[in-house]
């Protein structure tokens, strides 16, 4: 038996304890060399990686040291006795084995490798190899049953209504930020629509991140739960809401691999709704050379999986798929973005024209659920909505009720100006490029860093004219962005 | 710039840095979310993973904790000062996305593959989804390419001759020790044979850890270099010389997947052989229900790409298929082994009829090899040089150049013998239950565990007669082989 020593070391995201190689009476090596042990007690256990300390100051013979996560998730005292031993693989791990064999698997299958992924009983290494061998040879019937499994093991929102609406875009396209208007709009109208949103994880600003500038996100399920009786809607960050937790661990491999598979995107997306408890979902998929789609025919193919799916798991879904050969708006990066969206709001003459266009689709598409609007009549009825500022007055309180940003949020001081290099028609705005230099400048972590864009696709320019703006809150951002600019503007001008 | 502190805690098999949360002046968790860092001065860099320490006894701000394996690799001394940065991802990553992908890769780039993973640049969560990429979608050519890329980066051995003799034994089949025997035939007969072998990794032994029984195996290049030089021969461990160091990285995310293909098995023995500078080589595969192979038909297949793959790195081969149906001598286990090698040896009347015909079927093969020996005479060359004494007279040699074992290894005291169940034949005997029994038994860490068969696959036995006796070195060792074989014993006896 060892008694557990809580350690403050933060390994994440993986659990780590830590023996003294000599003194414990076991050998101590064979025990790493498993990789994975199993800790456990009568009541709980976990399983971690095992490093072994050759000096004492802070780790005794009879002690195992556990690192902040593994003390976390073992959920014991400080004291407590338990053992340690090889961790048994995860019976799921046969499945993973068949799959990479190339087998098809079946439904329960399936549940057991979410669910052992979800409890954190695969490694990196494991849940990598499950990613691959999926990768391109995944059926449909795999799909449906990944999604719903792993809807199934985090938390379920229930918002005791058979109509709740949900949209989502499928990301690429900076400055995109269509959520913080569709969502006042369709609020303003009454129907229930409690958005949770993910702040930036490769892209210059999360609907999250560029939503805090003007509102607490940060809300969990009971405070979420009260504003959207109150207000029909909620712009929450989904990260305190533990939905559909497997999607989140899976993402975490994904990314650094770069699977960025159809049958993935459509799971990771489809499940989180399901779990948020969305019953009607606008999707929309914008197509275009620098986006995550590409073509019209991977966007058909993109359509029928999401429509496959969604039905089965009775999410009645509208899929639009529309322009995405350049960004959205003028802002990039939360305060920017935020800037277009309330400008929107208040109706203001130079508010992005595109911006206020695309909202306004998607917005009419989600109203068209509404049975009392028959007829395709929600578009005129968003609109409607904006227009006379019934969407602002409902953002307004919306704000209020989540909690108004105390802090004043304004653009970076720090500011260099990309210029065209000729006389000329703008051809094309590179989407990637575009979004590496407000990452560079600091976006999102710096609310205020991003790009202004002074002209769009189709624009005619005169040499030397301001093609965008850097902002930044530092020299530092502003050089970084600055040299990748430099480099490659993004834009391309044409004579 | 941040102050090396060796840290004494051992993180194999990866490299862990240790920084403060807080009062370095960088935002610590940006850097561990990188999942890998890059640790660098101007002469030496390593990448590794990043814990977060929130208390200061044994670390101090300015100061980067390297564990054991962070701090070898990067080689600077404590107190050096070092920067820490977002760690490029390796460019060959780009590769493996490809082949995820289904691409065909060209040889460049597997050279890249392979030279970033034998640099440690690789997690085992990369090396993971490289290898389940490849399985199953390896062409011929990619196949010779890894291993050629393989035995490129590691050390290699040269014999300055033209005729440097190999055996190499698909694994699985128990007691299947016939290196310990063709060794000493071949040396007596004066061809160059310079064996590595393995230790054990999931079998009850392997050869080095039953040549350990009688002499010493851990011997360096030098060492080696020496002994043949003298005897022609030498039986050591491999693991002093790092001969195709990427194979034993990427054997260590193999197994716990348990990705055993056909493709890799290739590439990870001829790496080795090409690196140890083996000319002609002899390779038996042994196909039986429970063996590696199963089937006549994927032993052709098998042998296909052993000998397309050979032949274009300029290898001689001669494949051997066998019979694998059952285990080969009596004894399982290190001493068990030893004792059955040195009776065939010896030519004792009760010598193990099947180990000693298998190693002179290979020996003569190996003999066939010399141009001396014309038209097959090699068989009848290693039965002489068997029977004059001349092999053991070698292996005694062998013995004292490599250096006799001091200690003297005894099978297992505690024993415990598994009876028939009934009177009849034994119609067959699973390798692999026989093999963990072994293992449960304590072999090969305690050398004198392990399974003494006293009778094979055809013998007619009584019910009660004994069919096999475990041994082993300790109470609990025996009680956890006696346990498995009481659940199965791995013999099947028919009426």
Redesign the interface.
Known sequence: MLKIKRL?????PEN?A?LL?HGNGYSAEQF??L?KIRIGSETSEILATL?????S??LAAGEIGL??QAFRRLGLPEGAEVVIEQAR?PVSLEFV?RK???DTLEDSEIVAIVRDIAAHRY???????Y???C??FMSTQETLSITRAMADVGEKLDWKSQLVVDKHCIGGIPGNRTSMIVVPIVAAHGLIMPKTSSRAITSPSGTADTMEVLANVNLCARDMQAIVSKEHAVLAWGGQVNLSPADDILIS?ER????DTFEQMVASILSKKLAAGSTHLVLDIPVGPTAKVRSQSEAVRLRKLFEYVAGKLGIEINVVVTDGSQPIGRGIGPVLEARDVMAVLRNDADAPEDLRDRALLLAGHILDFDPELKGGRGFARAMEMLASGAALEAMERLIDAQGRQSEKFTPGEFTHEVCAPLDGRISMIDCHVIARIARLAGAPMDKGAGIDLLHKVGEQVRKGEALYRIHAQSETGLGFARDLAGEDSGYEVLR
Do not use: K, N, Y
Not at 51 to 55: K, M, P, Q, T
């Open positions: 403050a070391i933060d390994t994440h780590t830590f190689r790493q060399a990789r490093a072994l300390v050759d000096e100051e802070w690192g902040e693989p084995r990479i064999d190339g490694s990196p290494m494991e849940i990598g190899a990613l691959v061998a990768a391109g491999v650094p691999l770069r699977i």
